[in-house]
């Protein structure tokens, strides 16, 4: 019997891919094998207290083992908040091209749901490397193609990452480098579409080749709570090795990128990943809620719940991962604390991995340190009395050591979120002529990052990372060499306590205009309007204000000039304006002409101390007893030229800066 279908296909276009990935679901109502149009992910739902075993075949024809469809139930949401109810969750399991499916079930099973992602190609993501050290290359979400459009809510946060629980995803081991993002796509598509949650539920994945993409949305740096633990979400960060590790040997690169991983999020958090941690439960069915759980800092998904996750193999490596981890990155802080009431006495407390030199340092809201402590050791403890410190403004601690990365807080009142505001990118249009500015305002202090996205998301160019204080800020851009296409630029701003503001300005990139400048900014007869195209365009030249168009033509690539002569207008300043029209845009620019016909004029104050006036801003040249001296000026009005002894003869003339000649000035002792 052939499958029911009782779900429309869902197309679920990634930014960024060839193909659009689309997800069904089919009621399986026969234990017979059932055809099915071609996927490359299956996932199953089911009633009943029983278990589904499942197996797939794939396009040659070929029959995989059973696989039990249960692992990936105890990848859950905390309770109530997000998800389908009523249903048994299976993992996602990768099958590659598969055509066929079959189920058997052991126990009560009263329903059983298959969900099918196909269409799985796509662009290979661009790996990028942050500028911070011992931060692991990470495969963005833009950069993996996923399609935010199909999130359901926005993020939600906890106060810190206390613990880190490792998963695998229990699918299949057999998978290319190249298929890895759209393994990781396929399970976004099953978490939110198939089983009705927010996001994808991990924070993070790795496959067996090492690759690691961001998972659950909201900021990498950030405690977003994912759906990958029931009972103890908030607060932990959730990273699954791609693949099924019951009985496979985690490779050694999967291993070498979980231990950087885990290394540097760890550190983000001031954790120690030997260290054993204290975390309630709200709710599963191993921990009730409100019980105490104690966990190592790096822990397995089998001490949070009822599973077998993250593998027999996987979960025996973990000691050996957390004492790689703890000898990752060093030197460390680790658990900074600043305890006490403000007003009082506040006690900054942390640990550090060797002993070191320290300092604690407060700042208020403009970045002033207000106070500051040090000493030398592996305990950081000192104490600041905040008596004399304003209530009503925000401050901020840190805790550092060299090298080390350091731990920051906030007390006081509340410090704003960050907020970008006044955001303008001038101008919108960038050409080889340009010099664009992007200004914004912070509302707080802030570490800003300026990326280039491309029309799919995609960072292809880094212009700036800097902390940067309140108030008005520009940046130049300059430096920045892509492809001719329409682009966003985006900006986002951190605070000290992670939290984020982010905001994106469209721009187009053209290249077509590659030069364009007057002969001179001013004119009484002639003026040469000098361009060059890089490509062939449509091009129109004319005078604003009302003036004449002079060119209107088609014109190849290469270096182009018309002369202009003014006539028929007064003389004034006028705005030449260009306007070349390409397959992408058409990109105006304007520059200032003056037409001025009129001479300066020149006259003699002082014969004796060779002082004279001017009518206009010009070049002067004054021969005093046939010797030349040239003075420039700036703006009209009178002037003295420097002469030692008497003076028996004077000439002089004026240029100005439209080559206009004054009378020569002529005097004689």
């Known amino acids: 019997m052939r499958a029911v279908l009782v779900a429309t296909v869902l197309a679920l276009a990634a930014p960024g891919t060839a193909a659009a990935l689309s997800l069904s679901s089919h009621d399986l109502r026969s234990a017979a094998p059932q055809h099915v149009k071609g996927f490359q992910l299956v996932g199953l739902h089911w009633r009943g207290s029983g278990t589904v075993l499942f197996r797939t075949r794939s396009l040659h024809g070929r029959w995989t083992s059973w696989h039990q469809a249960a692992p990936g139930e105890d990848d859950l949401p905390d309770r109530g908040t997000e998800g389908l109810r009523g249903w048994r969750l299976g993992a996602p399991f990768w099958t590659g091209g598969s055509n066929a499916i079959q189920y058997r079930t052991v126990g009560r099973v009263t329903r059983v749901r298959a969900f099918f992602v196909r269409g799985s190609g796509g662009v290979s993501p661009r790996v990028r490397r942050t500028q911070m050290t011992e931060t692991p290359e990470v495969i963005t979400r833009s950069e993996w193609g996923a399609n935010e459009g199909i999130r359901r809510a926005a993020p939600r946060y906890a106060d810190n990452v206390h613990v880190a629980v490792v998963h695998h995803t229990a699918g299949s081991n057999s998978y290319t480098a190249s298929q890895s993002a759209a ?28 690759q690691i993409f961001e998972g659950r949305y909201g900021g990498m740096t950030r405690a977003v709570i994912g759906a990958h633990a029931m009972g103890f979400n908030v607060g932990s960060v959730g990273v699954a090795l791609i693949g099924n590790y019951s009985s496979a040997t985690v490779t050694p690169a999967a291993r070498t990128a979980l231990v950087s991983l885990l290394a540097w999020r760890l550190d983000l958090a001031h954790v120690d990943p030997v260290s054993r941690v204290v975390r309630v439960s709200t709710g599963n069915p191993r921990y009730p809620a409100g019980t105490a759980v104690t966990l190592n800092a790096i822990s397995g998904h089998r001490d949070t719940y009822p599973t077998s996750c993250p593998g027999t193999n996987l979960y025996a490596q973990l000691p050996a991962i957390r004492r790689a981890v703890a000898q990752t990155g060093l030197p460390k802080i680790y658990e900074p604390v600043a305890s006490g009431s403000f007003g009082g006495p506040i006690r900054f407390t942390a640990r550090l991995s060797a002993s070191a030199a320290w300092t604690v340092s407060v700042r208020d809201e403009s970045g002033t340190v207000v106070a500051s402590g040090a000493g030398t050791g592996t305990a950081v403890d000192w104490t600041w009395d905040s008596s004399s410190a304003d209530p009503n403004q ?144 449509h091009v129109k030249l004319r005078v604003g204000s009302g003036g004449p168009t002079l060119l209107d033509a088609d014109l190849p690539a290469g270096p182009q000039q018309i002369e202009w002569d003014g006539s028929g207008l007064p003389d004034g300043r006028y705005n030449v304006v260009l306007s070349v029209t390409d397959s992408m845009t058409t990109v105006t620019r304007s520059r200032p002409v003056r037409i001025d016909r009129v001479a300066p004029r020149l006259r003699l104050l002082s014969l004796r101390s060779v002082r004279l006036w001017a009518s206009e801003a010009a070049r002067v040249t004054v021969i005093v007893n046939g010797r030349a001296r040239r003075v420039t000026l700036k703006r009209p009005g009178a002037f003295s030229v420097w002469h030692r002894g008497t003076v028996r003869t004077l000439r002089a003339f004026a240029v100005d800066a439209a080559g206009n000649r004054s009378r020569t000035l002529r005097a004689r002792r």
Not at 183 to 209: A, C, E, M, P, T
């Open 394 to 537: 925000p401050y901020t601690w840190t805790i550092a050591a060299p090298d080390a990365r350091s731990a920051t807080g906030t007390f006081g009142a509340p410090l704003p979120p960050p907020a970008l505001q006044q955001v303008k990118l001038v101008p919108a249009i960038v050409t080889p002529v340009d010099k664009p500015k992007l200004s914004y305002r912070l509302k707080t202090r802030s570490l800003v990052t300026a990326t280039l996205l491309d029309e799919h998301g995609a960072v292809v160019a880094t212009l700036f990372r800097k902390l940067k204080k309140p108030g008005l800020q520009s940046y130049a851009w300059t430096g920045v060499t892509v492809p001719d296409g329409h682009y966003r630029v985006q900006l986002v701003a951190q605070d000290a306590r992670g939290r984020q503001a982010a905001t994106t300005v469209p721009t187009t990139i053209d290249g077509t205009l590659a030069a364009f400048a007057p002969s001179a900014s001013a004119f009484s007869r002639q003026i040469k309007l000098r361009f060059e195209l890089n490509a062939p365009a």
């Open 183 to 210: 393994i990781v796509r396929s399970i976004y598509v099953y978490h939110v579409q198939g089983n009705g949650w927010n996001d994808i539920g991990y924070n993070f994945l790795v496959d067996k080749y090492g």
